[in-house]
């Protein structure tokens, strides 16, 4: 009787069933008759046990053979045990190997981080790793549902651009054909002209920036999601900000039940950022602040990143600081008609020290303030004319906001850094694999 190839994911619709399995051997133990194999298939984990009398010589042999990441094709019973983890095991009476895996490099002892970078693309295969893969796969699934699901347009913004969008000293240039080009910084600017075609709209790719530092939080390659409103002015902006991550950490709380339990976050440091508002607090008042907290820092200075988690330690869930000085900001935002030294700018910090998850704006709708803007930061005026076409035709209020994926999976995760957030971070010493 042919058996059916089943998954870990689909364990329980077959229990006392015979079936056959496939995947890699996570790890084996022996004692005496007995081999203990933990089957790893991409879903899950499945403990089979071989038991020398009951199996024959040739699968025997093979179970004895078995080394670390061998990939296999395993049959036998699969019965429920409570014991068992996972609440399964397979009785297994047929072991065939697949590919052999002689000597694998990861997992007998503590790895260096470099190592473990240079080895991605085994590494992933962690249980660790794993998790984390689920959890961003997650991400970006609640991120595209919330957006689609209120009638927002996925465009995708070009990534070889002409010209900065978030300033000029960290652009990756490249020739194209001849002429300079750049890897693009962010999608913005060419949704803004999407928001007055669809109104509602929002990319999610990949941007890149040349970021000379070595910090926990900057990649030079990461994913941005964007979404830019026709009509919507900065105080609704600041509900959307909230709306959005209240919705979509919610999400990641219900889905991703068994991958945080894996990495043992403290899922309990989450609940409070389902719920809204959030706290808002002017940039002015966040200096005030930082001073009473005894920070050098001066009105006008932007936030280090020290800054930030001292600020957002102050609150269970991210805060919204809003309104800062213009001259921190980018060149496209709106200025404050209160203040207009200062930006209808706000960044979103989320708590335990994940810093700023969210930058955003309402964006200048004036054709002569970002003439003056464009001068003032030294870009291009021929790079940008597409650009002010839409404050000449139908000029229109608009805002809009960027997320990084993984700054946002970093945070949901628990993990420090944000290499372990993207299958194969780019760092500025790292092109490999
Ligand atoms: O604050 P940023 O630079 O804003 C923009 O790019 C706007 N054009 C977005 C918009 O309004 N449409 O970047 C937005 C977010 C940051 O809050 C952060 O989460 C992430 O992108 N980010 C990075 N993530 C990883 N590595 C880096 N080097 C990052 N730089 C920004
Ligand atoms: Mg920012």
Redesign the pocket.
Same mark, same amino acid.
């Given at each position: 009787m042919k058996r059916p190839v089943i998954t870990i994911a689909q364990l329980a619709a077959h229990a006392d069933q015979e079936v056959t399995l496939r995947g890699w051997v996570y790890n084996w133990r022996k004692k005496g008759k007995l081999r203990f194999v933990i089957l790893r298939d991409g879903f899950g984990y499945l403990q089979c046990i071989v038991f020398r009398p009951e199996v024959s010589d040739e699968t025997w042999e093979t179970a004895v053979e078995l080394t670390q990441e061998t990939s296999v094709e395993i049959s036998g019973k699969l019965v429920a045990d409570e014991r068992a983890p996972g609440g399964y095991e397979l009785k297994a009476d047929d072991l065939k190997i697949l590919g052999t895996s002689p000597e694998y490099p990861l997992g007998k002892k503590d790895h260096g981080v470099d190592f473990l970078l240079n080895k991605r693309h085994l590494w992933l295969r962690s249980k660790r790793q794993h998790a984390i893969m689920r959890v961003r796969s997650e991400a970006q699934f609640a991120i595209r549902e919330y957006f689609q699901s209120r009638d927002y347009t996925l465009i995708d913004s070009p990534i070889l651009t002409p010209a900065a969008?978030?300033g000029t000293s960290t652009l990756f240039e490249t020739d194209y054909f001849g002429e300079p080009a750049f890897l693009s910084?962010?999608g913005?600017l060419y949704l803004e002209p999407a928001a007055a075609a669809l109104s509602k709209v929002f990319c999610f790719g990949p941007t890149f920036?040349a970021?000379k530092s070595k910090t926990r939080?900057?990649?030079t390659e990461?994913w941005?999601v #964007?979404p830019e409103v026709a009509w919507l002015q900065f105080d609704g902006l600041l509900d959307l900000c909230e709306d959005f991550l209240s919705e979509v950490v919610s999400r990641i709380l219900d889905r991703c039940a068994v991958d945080l339990e894996r990495l043992e976050r403290d899922t309990s440091k989450l609940e409070a950022s389902t719920s809204t508002p959030y706290p808002r607090i002017d940039y002015g008042d966040a200096i005030n602040k930082l001073k009473e907290l005894g920070c050098q820092i001066e009105h006008g200075d932007d936030f280090g990143g020290d800054d930030e988690t001292l600020l957002a330690n102050l609150y269970d869930r991210p805060v919204l600081v809003t309104r800062y000085p213009a001259d921190l900001k980018a060149f496209y935002m709106q200025p404050d008609p209160k203040d207009p030294t200062r930006a209808l700018a706000v960044d979103v910090l989320a708590p335990e020290g994940y810093g #700023?998850?969210?930058?955003?704006?309402e964006r200048s709708a004036s054709l002569e303030h970002l003439e003056k803007q464009i001068k003032l930061h030294g870009l291009p005026r021929e790079a940008f004319e597409w650009y002010l076409d839409l404050r000449t035709y139908g000029s229109f209020p608009h805002a809009?906001?960027?997320?990084?994926l993984?700054?946002f999976v970093s945070w949901m995760c628990g993990i420090p850094h944000?290499r372990e957030a993207i299958p194969y971070p780019r760092l500025i010493n790292r092109l490999y694999p």
């Open positions: 969008c978030e910084q962010s913005q920036r970021e939080r900057h990649l990461f941005m #964007e #700023e998850i969210i930058g955003g704006s809009g906001f960027g997320m990084g993984e700054r944000l």
